[in-house]
């Protein structure tokens, strides 16, 4: 059968990296054995959905690269089919109308302690289709204002298999008559995941381990339609940077660092800190998961070929930016030249003024290994196209500014050699040895004189591209400053 996986968020939110692991790891599954990625919208909830949620997960899954091959398919279409599986389970007595108002449930949670559980005891009890006459049941669902709940069978075992977590086993008595259709002739969650997973042939459904309590709801609903359920993997929570308690919005800001793919309202996302889509798909993917080589860059054609679900951690995976900042740094030093300037638009148009398509290239070449962020491109590229506007002032008070002064002289006296970086390096080690100045001074002089401070490209790359006149002008711009 062919693989297909779904992503099934909904619209109650903005989508954070949390469903977005969901979503790599329900792509990587169906990518990994030829299969279709689709997107689900479980929007049946009109009460909580957000305005403007559903684009941002559209946006998010846009960005990152994560294509859908259906879809996006929204449940609030499909209520004729529920309406007609529902109908099918009340033929068959696995489902009931519970006519019960929200005050006699609050009564009944106020009587029991709040351990109320609506289920083979209690429903005995509360006015559903149970314990009230065949007239009655006509007479109340033609009022409206009633619920439908599923039946749970008494005394049994429920077992069902997780990829992640083995074989698991719960009692069936512990387990709560769910509602499945609610006043609004709207499905729950519980129900139209169910319905929709079967009717889309969905093999495989990973989600987080919030859902296992869930679970054998689901697969009581499985067995009542006579359906066979798809493999199920609950992935670990992501964890606050501390490992204690799951990552949140509020915890991400303390820390200072984004919680979404893409903004939503005033909350920059990774794109807008600078992030690219492969450093995130590539961290979130090591968040649970470890390729059998322990590398730490994957590409997602990489992922797709080196995933392997029997690699799913069962423990909870601590959330590191550092981390994170690091494994988008070794993405953004392996892209071309080309790549990184589509990606700075103000360090392209920077250099565009000054030179030509291939000095560009080749100066960006130059700064890749600097890069950490997409800001870090106009950053690092700005030694090329204007003189420092600061320099380093604990560096000119170490290296002494009498040192500053002649190395740069000497230089100024020997402008022609500027314009032969490889000669002027020579006569410059002569020179050091001659006056007893360390070469190490003399590269943090140049060094400070054509960057403003002690880290940077290679310094004689930096004069052979800005040339001897720009060069010169840098060399009398510290001289008068010092």
């Not at 969901?22 to 919208?41: C, P, Q, V």
Request: hydrophobic share 35%; with cysteine.
């Amino acid at each position: 059968m062919k693989e297909r996986a779904r992503f099934a968020p909904s619209p109650t939110g903005p989508l954070h990296i949390g469903g977005v692991r969901t979503a790599l790891f329900n792509y990587l599954i169906a990518k990994k054995n030829g299969g279709d990625f689709i997107l689900r919208i479980e929007d049946t909830d009109a009460k909580r959905t957000v305005l403007g949620a559903e684009d941002h997960i559209k946006d998010s899954l846009k960005w990152l690269g994560l294509k859908f091959d259906e879809g996006p398919i929204k449940q609030s279409e499909r209520k004729s089919l529920y309406k007609n599986c529902v109908e099918e389970l009340i033929k068959k007595g696995l489902a009931y109308y519970a006519f019960d108002s929200a005050a006699e449930l609050e009564s009944a949670r106020k009587e029991s302690n709040g351990e109320f559980k609506y289920n083979y005891e209690t429903r005995k009890s509360m006015i559903n289709s149970f314990t009230v006459s065949e007239e009655e049941i006509k007479n109340r669902v033609e009022r409206g204002g009633y619920v439908i709940r599923m039946v749970v069978p008494e005394k049994e075992t429920i077992t069902v298999n997780d990829e992640i977590r083995g074989s698991l086993s719960f009692n069936s008595n512990e387990i709560e008559d769910k509602v499945i259709m609610k006043s609004d002739g709207m499905p729950t969650y519980h129900f139209a995941n169910v319905v929709d997973d079967h009717d889309m042939k969905i093999t495989s459904v990973v989600r987080g381990e919030e859902w296992l309590s869930s679970l054998p709801s689901h697969i009581t609903l499985y067995n009542h339609f006579g359906w066979s359920p798809p493999k199920f993997y609950h992935l670990p929570l992501i964890l606050k940077s501390t490992g204690q308690g799951k990552l949140s919005k509020r915890n991400a800001e303390e820390q200072g660092h984004p919680i979404f793919a893409v903004q939503w309202e005033e909350s920059k996302g990774f794109k807008e800190s600078g992030y690219t889509p492969e450093g995130i798909l590539n961290y979130l993917a090591l968040l649970g998961w470890k390729g059998k080589n322990e590398a730490e860059k994957y590409t997602l054609d990489e992922l797709i070929e080196c995933f392997d679900s029997n690699d799913i951690n069962k423990s909870g995976a601590r959330f590191d930016i550092k981390k994170a900042l690091w494994v988008n740094h070794l993405h953004l030093k392996d892209f071309s030249s080309k790549k990184i300037l589509s990606l700075s638009e103000q360090a392209k148009s920077l250099l565009e003024k000054k030179y030509s398509v291939g000095v560009c290239e080749e100066i960006v070449g130059l700064i890749k290994e600097r890069l950490n962020t997409v800001f870090d491109v106009e950053k690092e590229v700005y030694v090329f196209v204007g003189q420092p506007k600061n320099y380093d002032a604990d560096a000119i008070e170490k290296i002494t500014r009498n040192t500053i002064y002649d190395i740069l002289n000497f230089c100024k006296l020997n402008e022609e050699l500027i314009s032969e970086p490889f000669s002027l390096k020579e006569s410059l080690t002569s020179f050091g040895s001659e006056n007893e100045i360390s070469f190490g001074n003399i590269m943090k002089t140049l060094r400070l004189c054509m960057v403003g401070s002690l880290s940077g490209p290679d310094l004689f790359k930096i004069i052979e591209v800005i040339g001897h006149d720009e060069t010169l002008h840098r060399i009398e711009c510290l001289i008068n400053k010092i």
